[in-house]
C-alpha cells in the first residue's frame, strides 16, 4: 500500500510506503518455528520432558513394538539412576557438572516415575498379549528363564536357612514366571503390519521407472524427460515414509 504526500510548505513529495500484513502467513511462520524448535530436541528429550499424556502418544505412535519400547523403558531407568546419582553428589556437598545441574532442575521425577508405570504396564501386556515378533520372544524367554533360574536358587537358600514362609513365597514367584515362560514359548509370532507398505512399493516402483529413464541411452520424448523433475519429491516422499513405519529405536531386535 503507498501513500503519497506533498509538503507544499519545502516543496518536497513523499511517498510512505506500508507493507501488506498477512495474518495467515504470520501464524504459519510462528507454528513452523515452534515446529522448528521441537524438532531440535532429540527423542530422548521429547520422550523425558513431553506431558504424560503427550508422552503416551508418542510411545503409542513412534514405538508400535515391544523392542522399541522397551528401549524407551531403559531409557528412563537410565536418567532416573543419573538423577539418583546427581542426589547423592548434593547430599555429599558435591559440586555438580553443567548437565548435572540441567538434569536436576528441569527433570521432573514424579512425572518420570509415572512414565516408568505406564511402560512396565504395556511391556506386560504385550507380553501376555502376544503381541511379540520371533526376535522379541527369543528375548523375553532368555530373560524369563535367567529370572526364574535367579528365583529359584534364592528360594533354595532360603529353605537351607530355615526361612520357609520366604521359600514358599519365592516358589510361587517362580510358578508364575514359568507360566509366562510358557505363554510366550507357545504363543505364535507376531507380525506387524507396516505403515505406508502400498504407498512405499509404489513409490520405489516410480523411482525405478525413473532410474531407467536416466540410464537410458536413447533420445526420449520431452515427455519422458520431464519426468524426471519428479524424482527429488520422490525421495523426500519415500523417506518420511519410511522414517514413521519404522518409528524410534527402531532395528534393536525385531
Known amino acids: 500500500m503507498f501513500k503519497f504526500q506533498h509538503d507544499t510548505d519545502k516543496d518536497l513529495k513523499f511517498v510512505h510506503v ?107 501386556a504385550m507380553i501376555t498379549g502376544g503381541k511379540l515378533t520371533k526376535g522379541e520372544q527369543q528375548l523375553v524367554r532368555a530373560q524369563l528363564a535367567s529370572k526364574l533360574e535367579a528365583i529359584e536358587m534364592e528360594a533354595a537358600t532360603a529353605e537351607e536357612a530355615g526361612k520357609a514362609k520366604r521359600a514358599e513365597k519365592l516358589r510361587a514367584g517362580a510358578d508364575e514366571v514359568r507360566k509366562r515362560f510358557e505363554a510366550v514359548r507357545s504363543a505364535p509370532p507376531y507380525v506387524r503390519k507396516p505403515k505406508f507398505e502400498a504407498e512405499i512399493k509404489a513409490a520405489k516402483k516410480k523411482l525405478a521407472e525413473l532410474e531407467k529413464i536416466e540410464k537410458s541411452n536413447t533420445v526420449l520424448p520431452l515427455a519422458e524427460v520431464q519426468k524426471l523433475s519428479l524424482k527429488p519429491k520422490l525421495l523426500a516422499d519415500l523417506s518420511a515414509m519410511q522414517a514413521e513405519r519404522d518409528g524410534w529405536f527402531a532395528g534393536a531386535c525385531e
Open 18 to 124: 506500508f507493507p501488506k500484513l498477512d495474518a495467515e502467513a504470520a501464524k504459519a511462520a510462528t507454528a513452523a518455528e515452534g515446529g522448528a524448535a521441537e524438532a531440535s530436541l532429540g527423542h530422548e528429550e521429547l520422550l523425558l520432558y513431553s506431558e504424560l499424556p503427550i508422552f503416551q502418544r508418542m510411545v503409542e505412535s513412534k514405538t508400535p513394538s515391544f523392542s522399541q519400547r522397551r528401549r524407551v523403558l531403559e531409557l528412563l531407568k537410565e536418567v532416573k539412576a543419573r538423577h539418583g546419582r546427581v542426589e547423592q553428589k548434593l547430599a555429599a556437598l558435591e559440586p555438580l557438572e553443567e548437565d548435572e545441574q540441567r538434569l536436576y532442575d528441569t527433570l521432573d521425577t514424579e512425572q518420570l516415575g509415572e512414565k516408568l508405570t505406564l511402560l512396565t504396564r504395556q511391556l506386560d
